[in-house]
């Protein structure tokens, strides 16, 4: 059964049989299409790129739970790779360029990847909220439960990527014309591709999107009581106030991103699925796709901007191509501060330092100088703790290390 806004016509070239899907959408809007693939393929290829850089060099002080961001990036990266070379050139082209057989492949990449980036993000938030609010059972968390986790993303992606190829669901082109995915218009004549949707509504978007926004609620929640616990202890200054902050932004930013890339798609498709397709503009799903692969340049920006160890590795990777590259300039630059340097700690030694809480050193700080010696004085500086309930004890944590404690379990 075809329907009027999936206009198709069949060339027959000797024995094989090419299926052409020509473009519902006018050509300025392809134009603009096909420009913005573009641009989010080179980011996207770029900022993946650098992220499994980063990961490669620092693989081996990993954490278990960014595996999963080196497998998000994984997945984004495949559907950069799989999708944007055919969806670019169709766009232009006002139509679709390539065979059935490729249409069906570019709809089960879409799928796979896009499935696999979704789950890569509502596993990762479960093993955040685990190690953050459980932290007596999330520290037991290691790498083969990460690796067996990222398996079972894989085979949950695949579940629904293989059943459009094996009769639960069903496979076609766009509404737009120049790209191929669920044929969402198949429950009006099909019972089993009404199951499938339903079930590819629920299980992959409704039950990531509660999982995910749940798990970063009571993250939040969980360090906002940590960081009242300690605010009478010390500075707004703190590290620990700057941790609580990153936590906050990486946390907004996830879910703000899994809402604009997904949210759009699957109103539409629900739209087209079990409303009136007739009434879906075809421009609208044209306008869901951009949002949804907008996930594969969102992603990275977010994790290498958020993420004080993969930003901190970043950097030292590129001061280390920037020493490379140009040695004279930066042994002059080391120079300068190394001199600077040695001109700060002079004047550190003529001056007592301040502790967090704004008191000179002396009120709280006893200096000890061996007689005679000219090596350097040593500090002794009380530790201060607090009391932080985890679980159903109260451990004590020092107040200058709870902030390490926070980025090491989260960031």
């Known amino acids: 059964m075809k329907h009027s806004f999936m206009q198709s016509a069949k060339l027959q070239m000797g024995n094989t049989s090419e299926v052409t899907f020509v473009s519902t959408i006018s050509k300025e809007y392809d134009f603009l299409l096909g420009t913005t693939y573009t641009i989010f393929g080179v980011f996207s290829l770029m900022g993946n790129t650098i992220l499994l850089l980063v990961a490669y060099r620092k693989k081996s002080s990993l954490k278990p739970a960014e595996f999963f961001i080196v497998n998000l990036s994984i997945s984004d990266l495949g559907m950069t ?40 993000l509502t596993v ?46 069903q496979y076609g082109s766009e509404p737009y014309g120049t790209a191929c995915c ?55 200054q703190n590290k620990t106030v700057n941790a609580q902050t990153l936590i906050a932004k990486l946390s907004v930013a996830v879910c703000i991103g899994f809402l604009v890339a997904w949210s759009p798609y699957a109103a539409v498709s629900m739209w087209a699925a079990f409303v009136n397709p007739n009434m879906v503009p ?102 201060r703790t607090v009391l932080i309930l985890t679980g159903s004890t109260h451990s004590e944590v020092v107040v200058s290390q709870l902030s390490n404690e926070m980025q090491s379990d989260f960031l």
């Open 182 to 236: 669920i044929d969402w218009y198949a429950p009006y004549y099909s019972q089993p591709a009404m199951s499938y949707i339903i079930c590819l509504f629920f299980f992959c978007y409704i039950v990531p999107c509660t999982i995910i926004f749940l798990s970063y609620a009571y993250i939040l929640m969980t360090v906002r009581g940590s960081q009242q616990a300690v605010q009478q202890h010390v500075s707004p």
């Open 124 to 169: 990762l938030s479960s093993v955040c909220w685990f190690k953050v609010c459980c932290p007596n059972y999330g520290n037991k968390f290691s790498s083969s439960h990460a690796l067996l986790l990222v398996v079972g993303v894989w085979c949950y992606s695949a579940i629904f990527a293989v059943g459009p190829l094996s009769g639960w669901g």
């Open 282 to 383: 075809p421009v609208a799903f044209a306008i869901a796709a951009i949002f949804a692969k907008s996930s594969t340049l969102y992603n990275p920006m977010v994790y290498l901007g958020f993420k004080p160890n993969f930003r901190k590795s970043l950097c030292r990777d590129v001061a280390k191509c920037k020493r490379a590259l140009c040695p004279c300039l930066c042994r002059s630059e080391a120079a300068q501060k190394s001199t600077c340097h040695s001109s700060q700690h002079s004047k550190e030694e003529c001056h007592s330092t301040r502790l967090s809480n704004g008191l000179h050193e002396s009120h709280r700080t006893c200096r000890h100088c061996p007689d005679g010696s000219k090596g350097p004085c040593t500090d002794a500086t009380p530790q």
């Open 81 to 120: 790779i799989s999708l944007f070379p055919l969806a670019i050139p169709s766009a232009f082209s006002h139509r679709w360029l390539f065979t059935e057989t490729i249409c069906f492949y570019y709809a089960f990449c879409g799928v796979l990847f896009g499935l696999c980036s979704l789950s890569n």
